[in-house]
């Protein structure tokens, strides 16, 4: 953890970490952005020191700026298909002024998953089947889409070597390919650590 850094007040509380963000976007936080505590936790399983992690949609950051806060020896990157928020992400990851924290504006289906070791992934893709929780209506969402993007993760998940660390949130197994075994469980089943047989 940077532990010297005055940065350290953000990551007492979510609305703490929130207040970072334009008041739209503390308004998504509970549903769209990982808690502190996931990030911290799932932190601590993904940090392995070196190694790049990748968030699989990583939208204002919270997730990958967390992680990056409680792991400095770990890079992680977060890849983005919405332009405002991954400008968002960026800000607050300059304000922090995190070297380990990087993010890509990129569709996940435009990246290579062979330059990371390790993944997060926060169920991305909901809302291409639960439009009415959506972030906002700039992006096409359809059960097409959902299908496409699953069966496209889950297929680079199974070519990932072994040992490589995935950890879930939220999410149905459907995600995950059967190559993965369950490491851990926490929350209730919510939040899973997996690593690749
Ligand atoms: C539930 S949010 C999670 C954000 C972040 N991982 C966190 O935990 O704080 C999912 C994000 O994935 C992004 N996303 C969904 N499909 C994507 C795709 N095909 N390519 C890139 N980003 C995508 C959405 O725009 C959204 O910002």
Known sequence: MHTDSLNVVYFDKDTSFDSLFPKRIQGLSERHWTPLEIARKSCEYLSVPNSKVLDIGSGVGKFCITAGFYGP???????????????I????????????????????????????DSFYFFNSFYENIKPDLAIDTKIEATAELYSYYTDYVREQLDQRPSGTRLVTYHGSLKQVPTSYKLIDNSYNYALKMWMRE
Do not use: M, P, S, W
């Open 89 to 116: 992400a960026e800000g607050v990851k300059n304000t922090l002024d995190l070297q380990n924290v990087n993010f890509i504006h990129k569709n996940i289906t435009e990246l290579d998953f062979g330059r990371f």
């Open 73 to 87: 020896e770990t890079l992680f990157y977060g890849v983005e298909q919405r332009k405002d928020l991954y400008n």
